[in-house]
């Protein structure tokens, strides 16, 4: 055990023939018990000051390790958000592709009907065409025959016609 200021202050020399002169040894320890307080009371504020220093240091030891799980935790939050990024846009990509592919597939579905309807219309017009041409033909066939000029020899008498219809009106 250390000895305190008041162990100094309290000792006591045995006296011998011719020993120390005892004002000067008592001068010397009061000395060494002043120096030895503020020693000690030095000592006590450093371990103070050092006690607070570690209670900071264990403070900032501790912010520090959040910091650090929170940089963890942030990096790989970021990770995972840019893996989800990438398999979102993948999937988009996918889903555009998918889309893009339908829409090629009903434009040349719908191409290959209007060309086989185009084709049907040419089929239909041809043969409106020719029956049509037949159609004209014929009846320029009728107007060439010679029973129109057939028409122009009857006589109808006029007379006739009148007793007709007033024997018509009669009955």
């Known amino acids: 055990m250390p000895l305190t200021p008041l162990d100094i ?11 120390y002169d005892e004002d000067e040894v008592n001068e010397f320890l009061d000395q060494v018990i002043k120096d030895y307080e503020l020693v000690l009371r030095e000592k006590k504020e450093l371990e103070e000051r050092l006690h607070d220093m570690q209670e900071r ?9 959040t910091l650090n799980k929170s940089i963890v935790i942030a990096q790989e ?12 846009a993948k999937l988009i990509i996918k ?7 339908r829409i090629v597939n009903e ?13 049907d219309l040419k089929k239909q017009s ?9 159609l004209i033909e014929a009846q320029l066939d009728m107007l060439n025959t010679d029973d129109w000029d057939h028409l122009l020899d009857y006589e109808v008498d006029a007379t006739e016609l009148k007793m ?3 024997e018509d009106s009669l009955a």
Do not use: C, P, W, Y
């Open 9 to 19: 202050h309290n000792k006591e020399f045995n006296k011998g023939f011719r020993g």
């Open 57 to 65: 240091l264990g403070h900032f030891t501790s912010i520090e390790e």
């Open 77 to 88: 939050a970021g990770e995972d958000v840019k893996r989800n990024a990438q398999k979102e």
């Open 95 to 101: 889903e555009a592709e998918k889309n893009a592919d």
């Open 107 to 119: 434009s040349l579905s719908k191409a290959r009907r209007i060309a086989l309807e185009i084709e």
């Open 126 to 134: 041809k043969i409106f065409r020719t029956r049509f041409k037949m």
């Open 164 to 166: 007709h219809e007033e």
